[in-house]
């Protein structure tokens, strides 16, 4: 098991950028890839992005294709999401997990996740 912990949340204007992070803990070895997902007041949860901690596998949600970028730093055991252009609508409480295997956008693939972040983007 790993424990996540999300950082770098607040509220920005549309166009700002942001950058989130997610300290991973635990059994680290356990973690193959790191997902982002997010999840708006009402909605159902969202996929963002998916990246394995090599780098070599990565993947993004429809709407945030081309402004958010996801990276991983496996000597720090943490990830980041690069968030750029952001719009109202990227708002939501942002939360990263952990997968054993590559889940891309399949969240039931993700066995820990962290407490998650807010992200509020104002007109």
């Known amino acids: 098991q790993v424990q996540l912990a999300e950082s770098g949340g607040g509220s920005v204007q549309a166009g700002d950028s942001l950058r989130l992070s997610c300290a991973v803990s635990?059994?680290?070895?356990?973690?193959?890839?790191m997902g982002w997902f997010r999840q708006a007041p009402g909605k159902d949860r969202e996929f963002v992005a998916a990246?394995?901690?090599?780098?070599?596998?990565?993947l993004y949600g429809d709407s945030v294709n081309a402004r958010f970028t996801a990276s991983a730093d496996k000597a720090k055991n943490t990830v980041y999401l690069q968030m750029s252009n952001l719009k109202p609508e990227d708002t939501g409480v942002y939360y990263c997990?952990?997968?054993?295997?590559?889940?891309?956008?399949?969240?039931?693939?993700?066995?820990?996740w962290g407490q998650g972040t807010q992200v509020t983007v104002s007109v």
């Open positions: 635990g059994h680290t070895d356990d973690s193959y890839a």
């Open positions: 990246i394995s901690w090599s780098g070599n596998q990565f």
């Open positions: 997990a952990s997968a054993i295997n590559w889940s891309g956008s399949y969240w039931l693939g993700y066995k820990d």
